[in-house]
């Protein structure tokens, strides 16, 4: 369903210069700028009816990543395939089997959410009776019948976090790609997002999405990616990676092999 082969993003950004630590008269320390690596040379296999959790800390690179995988961010190196179309060939037709949810996404408050979804299966050129088929099915699937015809800026946290991942699976993508879907929910609007994530696996449908939530990735993905520092630190099934580092649980696993890399863990 989705290839990724040594994919590295590269940015600049400004630290201090070492080298010259003398302050100027407005007592400024000078600074240079550098090139880092917020994603260095990351390789994995996503499969159809998957649900695979990338799991790390803030500032491990994971919305970097799923931006690069979404369409949104160009790598600087690498390679992207998702259901065998290659990025560098075809990037729009690979767009259209994504449905791409991130940490900051907008909607638009003055419209409702079914004029929302109107609005974007529009812009997929869905046909006009599939479009009402597919939002009274999203409806109930999200539990929106109850504010579906509400103003977006009237809804609560939860609401519009529905509203925005019903926006991505209007055009029945094969693939969703979730950055921190739950972040701040309450549990009954979490418990419905990761109900929706169940399902869709039961229908076939892939789903890779990002959290720093460990204990809700263990009960729910079938696959682990840890991330830190830009690169993948482990992967596999949750029970085979806590067997192989006789870890009781994914917090500690995710601990254990950031010490052992001298890195300074920060949750």
């Known amino acids: 369903?989705?290839?990724v082969e040594n994919l590295c993003k590269s940015f600049t950004r400004v630290v201090k210069d070492e080298n010259n630590k003398k302050k100027t008269k407005l007592k400024k320390i000078k600074t240079k700028k550098e090139e880092f690596l917020a994603v260095n040379n990351v390789s994995f296999t996503v499969e159809k009816g998957e649900i695979v959790g990338i799991l790390g800390p803030n500032g491990a690179g994971?919305?970097?990543l799923l931006r690069m995988l979404g369409g949104i961010l160009t790598p600087t190196s690498g390679d992207i395939k998702v259901a065998g179309v290659d990025y560098s060939i075809d990037k729009n037709a690979a767009k259209k089997e994504i449905g791409y949810l991130s940490g900051n996404t907008k909607l638009y408050?003055?419209?409702s959410p079914r004029e929302l979804l109107r609005t974007f299966a529009s812009l997929y050129e869905m046909p006009k009776d599939e479009i009402e088929k597919s939002i009274e099915e999203i409806s109930k699937v999200m539990n929106m019948e109850s504010f579906i015809d509400n103003r977006i800026e009237n809804l609560s946290t939860g609401q519009t976090q529905r509203t925005s991942i019903?926006?991505?699976l209007v055009h029945s993508p094969k693939l969703y790609i979730f950055d921190e879907p739950t972040l701040?929910?309450?549990v009954i609007s979490s418990k419905s997002i990761i109900d929706f994530m169940k399902s869709e696996k039961e229908r076939g449908k892939t789903v890779l999405y990002s959290t720093h939530y460990m204990e809700e990735a263990e009960t729910l993905c079938d696959k682990i990616i840890?991330?830190?520092q830009g690169q993948i630190i482990a992967s596999g099934t949750s029970s085979k990676l806590k067997e192989e580092s006789n870890t009781s649980n994914l917090r500690d696993l995710f601990i254990k092999l950031a010490s052992e890399r001298g890195d300074l863990v920060e949750e």
Do not use: P, S
């Open 1 to 3: 369903m989705i290839e």
């Open 62 to 64: 994971k919305t970097t």
């Open 109 to 111: 408050n003055r419209l």
């Open 166 to 168: 019903a926006r991505c």
């Open 184 to 186: 701040g929910l309450d």
């Open 226 to 228: 840890m991330i830190h």
